[in-house]
T-cell receptor, first 118, second 113 residues
Framework: GAVVSQHPSWVICKSGTSVKIECRSL??????MFWYRQFPKQSLMLMAT?????????EQGVEKDKFLINHASLTLSTLTVTSAHPEDSSFYIC??????????????FGDGTRLSIL | DAKTTQPNSMESNEEEPVHLPCNHS???????IHWYRQLPSQGPEYVIH???SNVNNRMASLAIAEDRKSSTLILHRATLRDAAVYYC??????????????FGKGTKLSVKP
């Protein structure tokens, strides 16, 4: 089945550091990728939608200068948390939509990146 | 996006069937009903989806009410590996455009041996 790979799985870093998370579609091409954030015991919250070759669309309340998204190819999107602070500690999950996808087919998710800012 | 309502938690015994309910009284004609589940410390996993008719796949069955205002995810024989949070999501599909997956709180399913 379709696989979405996220890297790294977890990262611990000091406050003020910028952290880059990669999301790759391994066996399909994705024109659209999604970034979610999940705090402990809460549901996933959609942060932004990234489209290959164009600017990402951010959900209300998500700072685009804080969470930089780049979708430079059909198989790779990156999320950079700039100048991370402890309140940015969370579980970040990406998802990808297959370019060949007909209406309402499943969306594929990565296994998430656990980010801890000290 | 139309909202869904699910119980916060449910318990099941291993190897027994589980019926997970979802209410979506404001569903529109272009909304598909999707179910995903999330195991601890993992990303969500697709389970099943449907529009009007009941659906079966290797993981589960989806029973959709005739008026589409509710649905039930059926796990025929729960295993310990089925312990997860199950999300019922309405996803718009109209004119070739698909809505985003917006997650609610879901139902946390516990499976007892």
């Amino acid at each position: 089945g379709a696989v979405v790979s996220q890297h790294p799985s977890w990262v611990i870093c000091k406050s003020g550091t910028s952290v880059k998370i990669e999301c790759r579609s391994l066996d399909f091409q994705a024109t659209t990728m999604f970034w979610y954030r999940q705090f402990p015991k809460q549901s996933l919250m959609l942060m932004a939608t990234s489209n290959e070759g164009s600017k990402a669309t951010y959900e209300q309340g998500v700072e685009k200068d804080k969470f930089l998204i780049n979708h430079a190819s059909l198989t790779l999107s990156t999320l950079t948390v700039t100048s991370a602070h402890p309140e940015d500690s969370s579980f970040y999950i990406c998802s990808a939509r297959d370019i060949r996808q007909v209406s309402n087919q499943p969306q594929h998710f990565g296994d998430g990146t656990r980010l801890s800012i000290l | 996006d139309a909202k869904t309502t699910q119980p916060n938690s449910m318990e099941s015994n291993e190897e027994e069937p589980v019926h997970l309910p979802c209410n979506h009284s404001t569903i529109s004609g272009t909304d598909y009903i999707h179910w995903y589940r999330q195991l601890p410390s993992q990303g969500p996993e697709y389970v099943i989806h449907g529009l009007t008719s009941n659906v079966n796949n290797r993981m589960a069955s989806l029973a959709i009410a005739e008026d589409r205002k509710s649905s039930t995810l059926i796990l025929h024989r729960a295993t310990l590996r089925d312990a997860a949070v199950y999300y019922c999501i309405l996803r718009m599909n109209y004119g070739g455009s698909q809505g985003n997956l917006i997650f609610g709180k879901g139902t946390k399913l516990s499976v007892k041996p």
